[in-house]
């Protein structure tokens, strides 16, 4: 990772938190009642967790290398990502029965340890139905920040509905990635239904989509779209390949489909390097402004020296 690259992310990281504090303590403020006041110091606590903040900067990114100029309000309306980003990670801790995120208690675990909760099956039962609801509310918000942002009417429409298919991807991608953990042995995935889950859980959600709903805020055409998906989602697979070779333990104690478990860690390694390699061959054929141009190809090497 590049000096210039490194500064790049650190300084959006810190950005993008104190964009999300200052829209928190609105909220806090804004709240009519004590409980609401303690919920979204709760959902606050839980949004400034350490996090890479990596769909957010690629909102601001796709914005700028479709032309957009007005830099303070994408950054402010780019948090709207990170508040679904936690929505999706509250629900999928329940899934996935997680007990930490990001080296704290998962939300679910946190209203556990309620003094009126009488016995074990009562404090689970409340502390997901709290969390869910929370989650809930989390994506609220996130829709709210997008759709109240001060961008045109009409590209403020097509990126709401950019948001809801990357999120009926990602939901089909949860589901069916459940769905082979719980009524499959593993060694039954086949490799295009591994693929399949990577590409609509991670390269739609993390990458395709925070780069196109960017670049719609600014007007995007449909060229430029498309050059950002034949982007996005090579870098977006390589990205879960190399997520999922740094978390083969954990992946086979939970039982997580896996490309890992058809292929060696060799063969892995050189899929994500083939994928790296053909996305900075399309990024390198665009014609984007060379500074995002730049972030991009930095953005690929770092991925694939993970």
Known sequence: MTKEFS?????YHADISNELAVFFDKEIKKADSPFLQKTLKTLKEFSLRPGKRIRAILVNYGY???GGKNKKEILKTSIFIELIHNFLLIHDDILDEEKMRRGKPALHHIFENEKFLKNKNERE????SMAVVMGDMM???GRRVLSQSKFSDKNKIEAIKKLEQILISTAHGEMFEYWIRKNQKRETAKEKDILEIYKNKTACYTFVGPLQIGALLAGASTKTLLSLEKIGL?????FQIKDDIEDINSDKQEGQPSLLTLKSIDECKKISKNLIDQTKKEIRATKFPEREKQFLLDLADYIGNR
């Not at 039962?125 to 997901?128: H, K």
């Not at 090579?234 to 390589?238: F, N, Q, T």
């Open 234 to 238: 090579p870098l977006g697979v390589a």
């Open 125 to 128: 039962y409340y502390g997901i």
């Open 139 to 141: 994506e609220f918000l």
């Open 7 to 11: 500064k790049i992310l650190s300084k």
């Open 64 to 66: 700028f290398l479709a």
